[in-house]
């Protein structure tokens, strides 16, 4: 099993700031098969990133997910209000499949 | 457009038997395996297992075989999981997601459905 850690629990920054959060793999990730979702309170996740790079259909262009083998980032450019949120990668390149335990942005 | 209704809410005693549905729209439900997806309250998300609802083969993850059963009724576009005798360890949100494919692509859990909490609870 792959096991996805990511980096920080929690990031606390303002709106405008750029964010980078990271996830980690146990073991190389199958064709870059990693995905990265975000989560709202009482929401289901949604898909941003899939592939490490390719944004999911209506995705702005301020996420950006890159890297290979077991190094991954998303990146935010400019932090907007409807951005705090938590943040899953998840590698489904694999069985099982798993995701990372996620990160918080949270509003400074 | 494409989307996953899942069935409502559901509490429940230990012991009891429970299944939850997930139905497809909007696509050729046929052509995505589906998966669920456990999130446990304030936690993270867990991988349960997947259908390929075109003939109903299942993968499940280790960490959930034997204890629920995933089905599929592709007569009505429908996935189901079920368990057969609940734990109060059960309580959590079950969402089922579909699996994207594009050009023989696979693009991650790509369409959600909303959710269904389950209480577990004497």
């Known amino acids: 099993e792959i096991v996805l850690t990511q980096s920080p629990g929690t990031l606390s920054l303002s709106p405008g700031e750029r964010a980078t959060l990271s996830c980690r793999a146990s073991q190389s990730v199958s064709l870059n098969y990693l995905a990265w979702y975000q989560q709202k309170p009482g929401q289901a996740p949604r898909l941003l990133i899939y592939g490490a790079s390719s944004r999911a259909t209506g995705i702005p262009d301020r996420f950006s997910g890159s890297g290979s083998g077991t190094d991954f980032t998303l990146t935010i450019s400019r932090l907007e209000p409807e951005d705090f949120a938590v943040y899953f990668c998840q590698q489904y390149g694999s069985s099982p499949l798993t995701f990372g335990g996620g990160t918080k942005v949270e509003i400074k | 457009e494409v989307q996953l209704v899942q069935s409502g809410a559901e509490v429940k005693k230990p012991g009891e038997s429970l299944r939850i549905s997930c139905q497809g729209s909007g696509y050729s439900f046929m052509n995505n395996w589906i998966s669920w997806v456990r999130q446990m309250p304030g936690k993270g998300l867990e991988w349960m297992g997947r259908?390929?609802?075109?003939?109903?083969?299942?993968n499940y993850c280790p960490s959930f075989q034997g204890h629920v059963t995933i089905s599929a009724d592709k007569s009505i576009n429908t996935v189901y999981l079920q368990w057969s005798s609940l734990k109060a360890s059960d309580t959590a949100i079950y969402y089922c997601?579909?699996?994207?494919?594009?050009?023989?692509?696979?693009?991650?859990?790509?369409?959600w459905g909303q959710g269904t909490l389950v209480t577990v609870s004497s």
């Open positions: 997601a579909r699996h994207g494919l594009y050009s023989e692509i696979l693009t991650g859990l790509d369409s």
């Open positions: 259908i390929d609802p075109s003939d109903s083969y299942i």
